[in-house]
């Protein structure tokens, strides 16, 4: 099994930036990818950014310019930086991890959530 513990949500006023950490924990033999998700009221989750083992990363168009993900793989640990924050990027960011256990290949993990709140 696979944790993920997520941290650094919070209020924060339109212009201002914020930083998620993700730290997955458990019986992780690798991990294929990593994570963030959000899901704003009345919405479906959407995918911000991820980045994979290579390296390789993928961005929302909303998110692209403003956010930046990177990845400590020695702490299985995940970083979003969110800077420019807008109103609309408000919602739950939902860290999500995609990894190998030694019972089970490319098995889904998801966090609890953290909420982030832009205000205008």
């Known amino acids: 099994q696979v944790q993920l513990v997520e941290s650094g949500g919070g209020l924060v006023q339109a212009g201002g930036s914020l930083r998620l950490s993700c730290a997955a924990s458990?019986?992780?033999?690798?991990?294929?990818?990593m994570g963030w998700y959000r899901q704003a009221p009345g919405k479906q989750r959407e995918l911000v950014a991820r980045i994979f083992r290579s390296g390789f990363t993928n961005y929302a168009d909303s998110a692209k310019g403003r956010f930046t993900i990177s990845r400590a793989n020695a702490e299985n640990t995940v970083y979003l930086q969110m800077n420019s924050l807008k109103p609309e990027d408000t919602g739950v960011y939902y860290c999500h991890c995609n990894a190998n256990t030694r019972i089970y290949s490319g098995s889904e993990y998801w966090g609890q959530g953290t909420q982030v709140t832009v205000s205008s």
């Open positions: 458990g019986s992780i033999y690798s991990i294929n990818t």
